[in-house]
């Protein structure tokens, strides 16, 4: 049980996923073969550190990795393909795979195969990441062997520090806004148009007020606007801070 397997093929197995109406048997040939290929496994959708942490940070890194030569990123956990497709179109994930282990077939072949039984989750995968090349594994971030789910290894940052520890990581921008605000569709398209990814919050919504935008930026107008976090200011801050 929980096997590194650095060195040795990918297992075959055949992955059954629905796409669209249809359903479309998926090989790890097809998967890994002539690819450099990341694959991050987690014990299920929809659970919290999977949902908030694991899955969210290598899609955000994906052009990162894409610029160091990974041609995909793999999402593998034992549930079927309706749920990990469920999953993919709540995260927004559009950088990831999602591929279904729904028998587990793929994760008992690696030793990953563990059980869950006290959850009421029966047979799940043990949290890990790997590095495939051309059908062959590279490396591997295997999750200590301690009760519960830890989360240390097989985070997106420590595989990017494996495959480059030099790479350049994108700026984490963060837009508070409200709806009909010129100066927030003004600030939107400054950071489009210089490059910049944002995650737009808009006040209204999920239970953001202005009494949040308040407590969270010191300031009662829109847009309000925060690179790595520190607070840039409005959308006449944000050009300036882009002039720079």
Same mark, same amino acid.
Request: glycine share 8%; hydrophobic share 40%; aromatic share 10%.
């Given at each position: 049980?929980?096997?590194?397997?650095?060195?040795?093929? $990918?297992?075959?197995?055949?992955?059954? %996923?629905?796409?669209? &109406?249809? /359903?479309?048997?998926?090989?790890? !040939?097809?998967?890994? *073969?002539?690819?450099?290929?990341?694959?991050?496994?987690?014990?299920?959708?929809?659970?919290?550190?999977?949902?908030?942490?694991?899955?969210?940070?290598?899609?955000?890194?994906?052009?990162?990795?894409?610029?160091?030569?990974?041609?995909?990123? $793999?999402?593998?956990?034992?549930?079927? %393909?309706?749920?990990? &497709?469920? /999953?993919?179109?709540?995260?927004? !994930?559009?950088?990831? *795979?999602?591929?279904?282990?729904?028998?587990?077939?793929?994760?008992?072949?690696?030793?990953?195969?563990?059980?869950?039984?006290?959850?009421?989750?029966?047979?799940?995968?043990?949290?890990?990441?790997?590095?495939?090349?051309?059908?062959?594994?590279?490396?591997?971030?295997?999750?200590?062997?301690?009760?519960?789910?830890?989360?240390?290894?097989?985070?997106?940052?420590?595989?990017?520090?494996?495959?480059?520890?030099?790479?350049?990581?994108?700026?984490?921008?963060?837009?508070?806004?409200?709806?009909?605000?010129?100066?927030?569709?003004?600030?939107?398209?400054?950071?489009?148009?210089?490059?910049?990814?944002?995650?737009?919050?808009?006040?209204?919504?999920?239970?953001?007020?202005?009494?949040?935008?308040?407590?969270?930026?010191?300031?009662?107008?829109?847009?309000?606007?925060?690179?790595?976090?520190?607070?840039?200011?409005?959308?006449?801050?944000?050009?300036?801070?882009?002039?720079?």
């Amino acid at each position: 049980m929980l096997q590194n397997s650095e060195g040795k093929n $990918i297992p075959a197995v055949t992955f059954h %996923t629905r796409q669209g &109406n249809e /359903w479309v048997d998926v090989t790890t !040939a097809e998967l890994f *073969t002539g690819k450099n290929v990341i694959v991050f496994a987690l014990p299920g959708a929809f659970t919290p550190t999977c949902s908030s942490t694991h899955l969210p940070r290598y899609n955000e890194l994906a052009p990162v990795f894409a610029a160091n030569g990974i041609d995909d990123i $793999i999402c593998l956990s034992v549930n079927d %393909t309706f749920v990990m &497709n469920a /999953w993919a179109e709540d995260q927004h !994930a559009d950088n990831i *795979t999602f591929i279904p282990d729904g028998n587990g077939e793929f994760s008992a072949a690696m030793d990953m195969l563990v059980d869950k039984d006290n959850l009421g989750f029966g047979k799940r995968s043990w949290r890990y990441s790997m590095l495939v090349k051309d059908g062959v594994i590279d490396k591997m971030f295997i999750e200590a062997d301690l009760p519960g789910d830890p989360f240390e290894v097989s985070d997106a940052d420590t595989m990017l520090d494996y495959i480059n520890p030099q790479a350049e990581q994108p700026k984490r921008v963060t837009v508070l806004s409200k709806p009909g605000c010129p100066h927030c569709t003004r600030a939107k398209k400054a950071l489009t148009d210089n490059g910049y990814k944002y995650e737009a919050i808009e006040l209204g919504s999920h239970g953001v007020s202005f009494s949040t935008l308040q407590a969270v930026s010191g300031h009662g107008t829109t847009p309000q606007i925060f690179i790595d976090g520190e607070l840039i200011g409005g959308a006449d801050d944000l050009e300036a801070w882009l002039k720079r």
